[in-house]
């Protein structure tokens, strides 16, 4: 078991990444014309939309995780899902971030409650849910356990929680019209989202081998006591 | 172990016999190794192993606020055997709660509850019956019914378990003693006295 | 079927306990009448505002109470030596989560029984024309409730921290509940024609459903030792 060994792709990959990352946001903020009608706050949305995607493809992962260590009882599927709620949970507090302050100065609020905003929020409240009933146990395998069912029922809940939301509002007011997108603004987001992902891939590399070492150490000791 | 036969199961207070119980009635899950209990696997075969197994326990599974009678008839579905309210009488008789049958178990005192707990045991077809400090809380009237219970037991066939901390009583009807301690399991496979005598050693004279 | 027979055995043991008892259904009608009492004075005696929010309020209080109900469903357990009791007997431990479902479904409608009368008189709302509506509202919604609650409640029964633990996985599993019941209650009380009752009516259903298969298919998992 080589420590240092491992770590050359996931250092490649970060590399990678962070250059993709320093691309979007040069592009993001000063080649990329200012929307013509919310001007240069709308330069939030190459962060806000990229983060939320993934915030929402990480929960999918535990999710993912979820399901596999119930089925095949294997500790290295929950040791990739608690990884993903950890890394979610940033995400999800961005998007929500970003939301709220691109708000402000839109609309004049803080808040909305704008069914993705809310589904988010509430996705939030189940990701720490999910984090926190991991503190409860110390035995892994109940700990993988009860983390999981909490993930599958929590996801599930997602689509769920957002037609909901989405018929709640739509019966309280009209939904807003999705305006056409120029390329170049579709452009940039693509590229931001590219971003985002090779950082989420990035910080998953690292934290399920942390998990891996976490796990070592645990397993050695409940032998010697 | 054989089947049919009757095992005390001795040790110091902490020494895990109710977890090792426990496990052997599949309530609690072994973190390590296998088990074969009435020859079905302790992580497979949990279900069949339940049908036939029973764990009596300090205190029991009784509601305080039912009667006797009720907490019975519960036992009887929840085990999926199909007796009447005749029988459940009857078996109340059995114990000496005849009188009490109507009464709710917070007005018990231990004797009468341990009672009650043998009765639950007692209705189910078992192939392992687990007693766990079975005479603790007794009075010599309700020692002699344990003892009467373990011997009904083992003339039906069904292998018994005595777990206690008191290695006197449990070897009096025993057949077999383990003495369990420091997480090690021993058996001696004599007659009563000597185990007494190794048990007595193993633990250092324990008084009433 | 066997599953059923042993799940009813348990609906009548909790009932009967509760029934000697008298110890939640008490507890609950109080807590949730004061609920009701404290949103009444702090929103004013402004009848019209009262009656548009009557919905929410009735089942906040609902929401409250029936989470300080189901910590109590396994408590009985607890007195009479732990849910290690029924787990001992043979058999799917479906009839468990079956039988606490019922047991729990029952208290809280039984509750809701005097609470909606109780909100009728406190917000001036017309329910009687509406009673048959309102109580498959009552009926869907109740059970939704019940169904994540029983679920939560097994799987927090034994952690240190239940009381927070079971009302943070459970607030983001009553988003879709509660948005259905409260919406629908205050169409039906309010009396909008331009909405329909029905679109809410079938969230609920939907929820009740996919939950209750989902729940009830988890269900030994989350009380494997």
């Known amino acids: 078991m080589s420590v240092s060994a491992k770590s050359k792709p996931a250092a490649l990959l970060g590399l990678v990444a962070l250059a993709v990352l320093l691309a979007g946001s040069v592009v993001g903020l000063f080649v990329v014309p200012a929307d013509a009608a919310q001007g240069d706050v709308q330069r939030l949305m190459y962060v806000h939309v990229p983060a939320a995607w993934l915030a929402f493809l990480s929960f999918f992962v535990v999710f993912l995780m979820s399901v596999l260590y119930l089925i095949q009882r294997d500790l290295r599927w929950d040791r990739v899902a608690a990884s993903s709620a950890e890394i979610g949970v940033v995400f999800t507090v961005l998007t929500l971030a970003l939301g709220s302050m691109w708000g402000k100065p839109t609309w004049g609020v803080w808040w909305t409650w704008d069914p993705r905003l809310t589904t988010t929020a509430i996705m939030l409240a189940i990701y720490v849910g999910y984090l926190a009933i991991r503190s409860f146990a110390d035995d892994p395998e109940k700990r993988a356990r009860w983390a999981a069912i909490v993930g599958i029922i929590g996801f599930a809940n997602v689509p769920i929680v957002y037609l909901s939301v989405i018929w709640w509002r739509t019966l309280h007011q009209p939904p807003s019209s999705p305006r056409s997108v120029a390329p170049e603004i579709l452009w940039t987001l693509m590229l931001n989202l590219a971003a985002f992902t090779l950082v989420y891939i990035y910080l998953m590399m690292r934290r399920i081998r942390l998990a891996r070492l976490e796990g070592k150490l645990e397993e050695r000791v409940a032998y010697h006591g | 172990m054989e089947r049919g036969t009757t095992l005390a199961l001795v040790g110091p207070n902490g020494a895990g016999k109710t977890t090792l119980l426990k496990c052997l009635a599949t309530l609690l899950r072994p973190s ?142 025993a057949e077999r003693t383990a003495v369990l301690r420091g997480g090690k399991l021993e058996f001696a496979d004599h007659d009563r006295a000597a185990a007494t005598h190794l048990s007595a050693h193993s633990l250092g004279a324990q008084n009433r | 079927m066997d599953v059923l027979r042993r799940a009813w055995a348990i609906v009548w043991k909790d009932l009967l306990i509760e029934a000697r008892t008298k110890q939640s259904f008490n507890a609950m009608v109080f807590f949730a009448a004061l609920v009701l009492f404290i949103f009444s004075f702090a929103l004013g005696p402004d009848t019209e505002l009262l009656r548009r929010v009557s919905g929410g309020l009735l089942w906040v209080g609902i929401a409250f109470t029936g989470i300080l109900s189901l910590s109590r469903t396994y408590q009985s357990e607890e007195t009479s030596g732990g849910i290690e009791g029924l787990r001992m007997y043979p058999g799917d431990v479906r009839a468990i989560f079956l039988g606490k479902l019922l047991g729990n479904v029952v208290l809280l409608l039984s509750v809701e029984a005097v609470l909606f009368p109780a909100a009728a008189i406190l917000f001036q709302i017309e329910m009687w024309p509406h009673a048959l509506e309102l109580a498959g509202i009552a009926l869907l919604g109740t059970v939704g409730f019940s169904i994540v609650g029983t679920f939560y409640a097994a799987l927090t029964v034994n952690l240190r921290a239940r009381e927070v633990m079971l009302p943070l996985l459970l607030f983001p599993a009553l988003v879709p509940v509660l948005l259905g019941a409260v919406n629908a209650t205050t169409l039906v009380v309010v009396g909008d024609v331009m909405q329909d009752t029905g679109i809410w009516l079938r969230l609920l259903s939907a929820f009740d459903v996919i939950f209750f298969v989902i729940c009830i298919w988890i269900f030994p998992i989350a009380l494997e030792e």
């Open chain 2, 32 to 173: 390590g190794g296998e088990g074969r209990v009435c020859g079905f696997s302790l992580r497979e075969d949990a279900d069949a192993i339940r049908e036939r197994t029973g764990l009596l326990t300090v205190r029991g599974y009784v509601y305080d606020e039912l009667t006797a009678e009720e907490n019975l008839w519960f036992t009887a579905r929840m085990a999926r055997l199909g007796l009447s309210r005749e029988s459940l009488r009857a078996e109340l008789e059995r114990v000496g709660l005849d009188r009490a049958a109507d009464q709710r178990v917070r007005t018990f005192s231990t004797g009468m509850r341990k009672r009650l707990v043998l009765a639950q045991l007692r209705i189910r077809p078992l192939e392992l019956a687990l007693l766990d400090e079975p005479y603790a809380g007794l009075d010599t009237q309700g020692m002699a019914l344990v003892d009467e219970y373990v011997r009904e037991f083992r003339a039906a066939g069904t292998t018994v378990i005595l777990a206690s901390h008191q290695a006197g009583e449990a070897t009096r009807t």
